[in-house]
């Protein structure tokens, strides 16, 4: 009886031995396809970017337009070192981030907000969306005269600017995402005895949540753009619009190279280390990965 006991205790504990040996082998194959993705996902941005400077040497070679015009990488790369090295560049980015960055916190608070109203008051919502729409079809670039003699030349006046191209593309994502929950997961949860703030909390809530990421995304990339367009018409004397405000006044293409790519720099590293991320790990989180294995 005790040799029995020994050999069903000595196979439980070689069962939750392998049981545990394979979850730590599949957490290390998790982290190897992750480390994959990412190193393919980097070989392939590094591939695009050296064709597309080869061929921009080519075409400098083959000299189509004047160096004045279309100057070699090279160049670029030196002007790229000069706005590093007298701190401009610098300064630069950290003041358009910090603009971009409390610009697009206001408009996610009150787009949020309104967005919520829009779904609790039907007829408010219906009134307020198509407003929203006609106004996200306003050029932000509109906005800056309008700013201009209302605020001045000045932070609150970019702020401004900022706000209005992105709080209605948020306004408009939180209203839509709320509304197209699956109505199937609302009354199963009603069925569950899920009502209120608990059902919006637990149930709305985490069902619209992809939806509100890909607009929150797509809101940023409005805010990016009038950002650096207010920056080269309110004038400010700081931003990395005023840096290319500046090159255009001097006919240093050079230097407006250089800032067009710092600009592209920035927002390929924000959507792939930050919202690429955060959309992958809400799907993963929901099972809504469909290339998952």
Same mark, same amino acid.
């Given at each position: 009886m005790l040799k029995e006991n020994d050999n069903d205790n000595s196979a439980a504990t070689?069962?939750?031995?392998?049981?545990?040996?394979?979850?730590?082998?599949?957490?290390?194959?998790?982290?190897?396809?992750?480390?994959?993705?990412?190193?393919?996902?980097?070989?392939?941005?590094a591939l695009f970017l050296a064709v597309f400077v080869g061929l921009w040497q080519l075409v400098t070679l083959?000299?189509?337009?004047?160096?004045?015009?279309?100057?070699?990488?090279?160049?670029?790369?030196?002007s790229i070192s000069e706005l590093i090295t007298n701190n401009s560049l610098i300064i630069g980015i950290a003041t358009s981030l910090w603009r971009l960055a409390a610009g697009f916190a206001i408009s996610i608070a009150v787009g949020g907000v309104v967005g919520l109203a829009m779904v609790k008051f039907q007829g408010f919502g219906k009134t307020m969306s198509s407003f929203a729409v006609g106004l996200l079809t306003f050029p932000s670039i509109a906005w800056i005269p309008f700013s201009i003699l209302l605020i001045g030349?000045?932070?609150? +006046? !970019?702020?401004?600017?900022?706000?209005? @191209?992105?709080v209605f593309s948020v306004m408009i994502s939180t209203y839509g995402a709320i509304r197209n929950v699956p109505l199937i997961y609302i009354r199963a949860s009603k069925n569950m005895g899920a009502h209120g703030f608990a059902?919006?909390?637990?149930?709305?809530?985490?069902?619209?949540?992809?939806?509100?990421?890909? +607009? !929150?995304?797509?809101?940023?990339?409005? @805010?990016?753009?009038?950002l650096i367009g207010a920056e080269m018409?309110?004038?400010?004397?700081?931003?990395?619009?005023?840096i290319l405000a500046v090159g255009r006044e001097f006919n240093d293409m050079?230097?407006?190279?250089?800032?067009?790519?710092?600009?592209?720099?920035i927002g390929l590293l924000f959507d792939r280390i930050i919202f690429l991320r955060l959309e992958e790990k809400v799907?993963?989180?929901?099972?809504?990965?469909?290339?998952a294995e």
């Open positions: 070689l069962a939750t031995t392998s049981s545990g040996a394979g979850k730590r082998s599949s957490l290390r194959n998790e982290g190897r396809k992750k480390y994959r993705f990412d190193t393919t996902d980097v070989a392939n941005v083959l000299e189509l337009w004047p160096k004045t015009l279309l100057p070699p990488p090279a160049q670029v790369a030196i030349f000045n932070d609150f +006046g !970019i702020l401004f600017v900022v706000v209005m @191209a992105s059902l919006f909390r637990h149930v709305m809530i985490p069902a619209a949540t992809p939806s509100l990421i890909g +607009g !929150i995304r797509q809101a940023w990339s409005f @805010a990016w753009h009038a018409l309110i004038t400010t004397l700081s931003g990395l619009g005023y050079s230097q407006i190279i250089a800032v067009m790519i710092t600009i592209f720099a799907r993963s989180r929901w099972g809504l990965n469909q290339h």
